[in-house]
């Protein structure tokens, strides 16, 4: 992309709605224009990205076998109405009527229609397991919409959910979510902890929510340092391995982690006192084991291998989709802007000419623009008749994590310039070289072209 013909509506000052980082950051990058109370459009910088984190969370749930679909945003409020959820949800439930005088609501999550589609095809446990997922938007009519993207009324998330025949089959379903919830965290450069969450009026121990630790995290927090020393890694998982799931599940949660809701300071008191942290945490997934709350509400019957009928085992698990751009800068920046981890940069990397108009310049840009395009890479080339200061502040800001700079004098040793956004530090390469760096740099991070 040539920045003279993108749409970049930059800001240069301080929007002052703008509490924290992520939310100024995102306004002043032009990557997001609130439209009303937590509700966004989603300007070309702020789409890609969303897309980008997106297509991370699509492929590890496909790896984990699960099945992508789509449900709609307005849903008839019949189904809620069955399950009795119409009632309890209360004001955050956004309730409209159609022109035939039909109840209808903005979904805030998904589990009566997903539900519903289950009973109406399937009967038999010869189909199962079964894990369907989507990735839509939801809309909660928050009491405080703030921080931008973190926590909006209008947002994007994956809502997955798994019938199983019995509870043992449901709880490796909830594994095989942590263990993919883990990979794609880790894909996007983060670090999410998995930490015991509360169950709700359902009780339970099955469910956890995964949080990135941040000062200006809604969650307070207890864990073990020892935690934050775990890595999922590029290690190998057989998905169907109800062994290997579990195996991962044990060693993410064993140590103390739990949020302010199920913390139990006897507990957090045996670990020892050097390695107990209290800080601040974004949650930006949960997974959850129900069991038959819905099925039995909604009559999810399924007969087993003897003939009997029994109500489906569930789970449903959540990532927040657009949220997790607020928690990925709130991670990962410094006073001149963004730094977006390799996994979801929009552009791969920004190319920067010093002099605009110079003969020499502009032609070696243009043939480092094409290299890069060559390699299945999508270069952010800087072509306007500005300072490079400007240039340089822009390129800071919207947070490219490698930088190419051109210029004559360069030119003239048969050099440019690779910068580092997150070391700043730079080394003088040919321009082949510094293509070839950047291409084995991403032969790891592949996520495919944005839009
Ligand atoms: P919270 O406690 O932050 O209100 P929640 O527990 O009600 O969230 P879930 O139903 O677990 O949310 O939804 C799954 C994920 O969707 C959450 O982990 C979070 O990342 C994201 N999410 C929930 N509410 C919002 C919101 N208002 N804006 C943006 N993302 C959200
Ligand atoms: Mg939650």
Redesign the pocket.
Known sequence: MRLSRYFLPVLKENPSEAQIVSHRYMLRAGMIKQSAA?IYSWLPLGFKVLKKIETIVHEEQMRAGHIPMLMPTLQSADLWKESGRYDDYGQEMLRISDRHGRDMLYG??NEELITDIFRSHVGSYKDLPLTLYHIQW?F?D?IR?RFG?????E?Y?K?GYNFDLTKEDALHAYNRHLVSYLRSYERMGLQAIPMRADGGPIGGDYTH??LVLADTG??EVFYDSAVTDLTFGDRAIDYDSVEQCQGVLEEFTSKYARTDETHDEALFNEVPEERRRVARG?????I?YFGTKYSEALGANVQGPDGKQSPVHMGSH???V???LGAIIEASHDDKGIIWPEGVTPFHCGLVNLKQGDAEADAACESLYEALTAAGLEPLYDDRKERAGGKFATMDLIGLPWRITVGPRGLKNGVVELTSRRSGESEELSPEAAVQKIVEIYANHQTGRGF
């Open positions: 937590g805030p999550t939801k909660r928050e919409p993207v973190m926590r909006g009324r947002f998330m809502d929510e995964f809604e969650s974004i949650e930006v997934g949960q959850f959540g990532i927040g657009s949220r997790l």
